[in-house]
DNA sequence: CTGAAAGCGCTTACAG
DNA sequence: CTGAAAGCGCTTACAG
């Protein structure tokens, strides 16, 4: 083992012959070694370290053992932020979510870093409780630390304040809602990933039209869930029937002053809100229950219901494959990809409107 | 509004006189302008352009309107990554994850985010699916962003990895198990946040006992559960019961070859596997169960049970609070804080032995 | 095969 | 009140 024979040739302060100590800190708490230190412990350039440590050619057999030594020696890693400056990108995607509270959230996060990770992405997360303000703070914060993608959820309100950004070259995608049904008043030029409200709305009502339901509720936003509500209306109109009549824009709590068997709710707080109603024994009794959006252990719940399901993590990977197609240099128009959603049956069994 | 009325001094390509559109690149995509671009297009120094954005004071009110209107008409916002290398620190946090499908993990983060997103902190985030190679490949990949502080959540296995970056002055606060319980050989000495598992199992079988079970089965990890398992023993001893013969490590599956009439299970997984178990109709039949940690709709669930119940953004909500004082210099010996644990009955009533 | 210089976009001393 | 130079830790051209 013949390292450090050569003359060492010190960068700043001359020459020095101490071969173990040479790094003036040592491991010091709160100093890192930088390639400059390296270079002048094995005594070579800092290009030379620069060849070594990024496997490039060109460097003799000896130099590079010398050069690693340094490196082990001091205990060197490559400060990636400084290389990415030079770069000019970050290899940092953000994600920004509506809240870690839902579940749905996670999953997309999952979806996304096992896609991204896979490119040497790194991902800063945040909330935003579907505030609007909180969201463009948090998503011109990751832009002022130059992320090369960004994946939002949209909160209600516009989204004017990210058209610079996007302009600028940050690639975006928006997931589980369109910027449009958020009530943005732009039309964003952005690729969006969502599941497909609509086909749900459709299978969900068309399933209980074929249970026998006649008089079907909808519990939601009609403003934000206004896909969910044109395939409740589709299949509602496609059997004759009227939805208006049927308690559109019910409440959980009024559940009991309409005459509907059957209710369609737009997202889990309402869906839960009607189980506990339904739950407790004053209430009003048995009704058939579609919630959109699955949830944990929805199956040992009770009473039963039917949810419209779909798979958050693949959305969380679609999003996170386009955006690495995008950031590879894919200049095709913005592409809306629905997710397909299915009918599942949850704990125990269903409500036709007779007791058959 | 008399701004560019002085004469240009252009850093680079000499003088120029178009007003409008001074910036070679306007608005085009993937350009951003910098400092040097307002500052030549305001006919200032950078450094000059660089007081303004920081509000330093001593610049003239007229200078400090013309390095604005550049900004405001060059759409200049500066490059966070570009300051904090120069800065040292990069205001950055890392956190890593068991699984974002554990809903606890997404209840942390949401504590976390609340506390350091007030100190100015942007968190990178990551999941390792309790897996020690991809808990490194993930850490190491922070810190070589230089992350200024880490919230891991240990996977089993040696956490040596992080000694030298921990040395280096990354803070590093451990949460919801600490190391040594991740069978870590290693001794670090670095703050952790965790629930107080063994008053947990202590006040769980206590529960129980005074209810009047007498043979109480674990169903656990006896390593990772390990401060779990001593609370259940504890109060198994200070009632005089032999631990030993109530089916220690019980699996879900055999839960009827046992005698147990009561049930503690380490963690939600296995929780929800004696739930499935017992609400089959081939089951066991009835036995009251605890489970450590609380779930989503845990009180709409049929059967009934009882958890322990923590506070998962608390954990999240310390550990950020930890780890920022640390940031600001706090040197104290590091500190393990276990948050309280609470006994919750949830879904319907529990079972007595005796069906008293 | 190896290195000295310039530069990524900012800030930190230091001069005028 | 304002600015020219050096530097954060790296990489990119370019020379020997």
């Known amino acids: 083992m013949n390292k450090q024979v050569s003359t060492m040739r010190g960068a700043g302060n001359g020459a020095r012959h101490d071969g173990e100590n040479d790094f003036p800190h040592g491991h010091a708490h709160g100093v890192r070694p930088t390639m400059k230190d390296v270079a002048s412990r094995a005594g070579v350039a800092l290009k030379t370290v620069s060849r070594v440590v990024n496997g490039e050619p060109g460097v003799t057999q000896e130099t590079t053992e010398r050069v690693l030594g340094a490196i082990q020696n001091l205990g060197f890693r490559r400060n990636e932020s400084a290389r990415l400056l030079r770069t000019g990108r970050t290899a940092t995607l953000g994600f920004i979510a509506d809240s870690w509270a839902d579940p749905d959230f996670a999953a997309v ?30 998503t011109l914060a990751m832009c002022a630390r130059r992320v090369d993608g960004l994946i939002v959820t949209p ?5 004017e304040y990210l058209v610079p950004e996007i302009e600028a070259g940050v690639a975006t ?20 990933v969502l599941p497909d ?3 749900g709305g459709r299978a969900a009502v068309a399933h209980l039209i074929a249970q026998g339901h006649r008089r079907i509720g909808f519990l939601g936003d009609g403003h934000r869930s206004r896909q969910l509500l044109a395939g409740y209306a589709e299949a509602m109109r496609a059997a004759g029937l009227t939805a208006d009549a049927a308690g559109l824009g019910l409440d959980a709590s009024e559940l009991d002053k309409d005459r509907v ?29 579609i919630g959109f959006g699955d949830f ?55 409500f036709p409107p007779d007791g058959n």
């Open 155 to 159: 909160a209600m309100g516009s989204h």
């Open 197 to 199: 409200e609509r086909a």
């Open 109 to 138: 996060y999952r979806g996304l870093e096992d896609v991204v990770g896979a490119h040497g992405y790194l991902l800063y997360a945040g909330s935003t409780d579907s505030d609007a303000a909180r969201e463009e703070r948090l």
């Open 173 to 192: 995608v928006f997931v589980m809602r369109s910027p449009a049904t958020a009530g943005g008043d732009t039309v964003l030029t952005a690729d969006a």
């Open 296 to 350: 944990e252990l929805a199956d040992l719940v009770s009473p039963g219901l039917t949810v419209v399901s779909y798979d958050p993590t693949l959305i969380g990977r679609t999003a996170g494959e386009l955006l690495v197609r995008r950031l590879a240099g894919d200049r095709t128009p913005p592409r809306t990809v629905e997710v397909p959603i299915r009918l599942l049956a949850r704990g125990s069994a269903e």
């Open 261 to 289: 068997t059957a209710v369609l709710c737009a997202d889990r707080p309402r869906t839960e809100a009607v189980l506990r109603v339904l739950g407790n024994s004053a209430g009003p009794g048995r009704m058939a229950v």
